[in-house]
């Protein structure tokens, strides 16, 4: 037979107003009180209907959370600091994957209609963003986005979207420095994504960085998602194919790096002495590749943990209040970590 409420308060001679504040309000009610009501509560095996709970509080205790995650990939492990952080606060993480036949924008009012508490994303290309998490504030529904800034379609980013990810700026103006200090001027980006891609803000760094010192040539070829899935060097021969080629490259992922790689073998070229290479993420190929390459290191978890921490202070401002409040936005950007490896070194004589 299912222990109720009731029962938990006739064994532990309290009220079942009083079980019901040491579950979910303990502030409330004394500590030693609050001590026997739990300990009388776990030995029947008794479990609060969450609920029931959710209608008594006005929350579901459930966080939509929108992403393209898997195993250990980049948002993969965004999401593991996502769950960890929303478990441990009593939440429920309702994870879904956006894809052609369930895009965002439909799973957004999926989430809605199932009365989230409020909504993590890593946003895609999808248009209309503004129009649909506007209408998750009017629902009082709070969105923070992570990796990716939540742009309207005014290309600006949303005033009340909070967004945590990597400070990108910085990174490509590190990966410039480290160049530059080992004595490379002639220099190339291999980037993609237009001005609302964290990849332009890396290639943006890196080239405002070369700006500042003279006789430095800076060459940015833009490159497609297609480019990266087949590993195709066709742009990178062409870039490294030519007489006035760079003697370091930087790649705004580290993805780019096998084709580049490729690209550099076929023309006889030899990594690093012929052509230095530094890339962006950390990700597992970086390690695997010969030489092994030199990257700034994002740090996913981190991003996810503060992602889903910064969302719990707006659900708890949400509740706090009787309409969508008004805030400043908050943005956290984490520093990039420089791992240097095997694939830079002085530009040949």
């Given amino acids: 037979m299912r222990v109720t409420i009731k029962d938990v308060a006739e064994k ?58 898997s195993g250990d990939s980049f948002e993969g492990r965004i999401f593991q600091g996502v769950h960890h952080t929303l478990v441990d606060a009593g939440y429920v993480p309702i994870a879904l994957m ?32 503004e129009e649909h998490l506007h209408e998750a ?14 742009v309207g379609e005014s290309g600006k980013s949303e005033r009340q979207i909070d967004f945590v990810g990597t400070d990108d700026y910085l990174g490509g103006k590190i990966a410039a420095t480290k160049m530059l200090e080992a004595g490379h001027r002639r220099l190339a980006v291999l980037s993609m994504g237009d001005e609302t891609d964290p990849m332009y803000q890396r290639c943006k760094g890196f080239v405002d960085t070369l700006k500042t010192v003279a006789d430095t040539t800076c060459e940015v070829v833009d490159l497609s998602w297609e480019y990266v899935h087949s590993e195709s060097p066709e742009l990178a021969m062409k870039l490294l194919g030519s007489e006035s080629r760079p003697t370091g490259v930087f790649l705004t992922m580290d993805m780019i790096a096998p084709g580049v790689y490729r690209a550099a073998a076929s023309l006889g070229l030899n990594l690093p002495d012929d052509l230095s290479v530094i890339g962006f993420a950390d990700e597992a190929v970086a390690h695997y590749l010969t030489p092994s390459l030199s990257t700034l290191r994002q740090h996913p978890r981190e991003i996810g943990q503060h992602g889903a921490e910064l969302l719990l202070k707006r659900i708890e401002m949400f509740r706090k209040s ?15 970590t420089w791992v240097e490896r095997d694939s830079v070194t002085a530009p040949p004589a």
């Fill in 322 to 336: 009787k309409k969508t409040p008004v805030f400043e936005r908050t943005i956290k950007l984490l520093e990039p």
């Fill in 12 to 69: 532990a001679q309290v009220s079942v107003t009083t079980v019901s504040m040491a579950m979910g309000s303990p502030g409330r009610i004394a500590e030693a009180t609050r001590e026997r009501v739990l300990k009388v509560a776990e030995e029947m095996g008794y479990r609060p209907n969450m609920l029931v709970r959710g209608m008594q509080k006005g929350q579901t205790m459930s966080v939509g959370v929108l992403m393209n995650f």
């Fill in 137 to 150: 504030l009017r629902r009082h529904v709070p969105v923070v986005s992570v990796d990716s800034e939540t």
């Fill in 98 to 129: 956006p894809n052609d036949r369930a895009p965002a924008l439909s799973q957004i009012h999926s989430l809605l209609d199932r009365r989230v508490d409020g909504i993590l994303m890593r946003p895609t290309g999808e248009a209309k963003w």
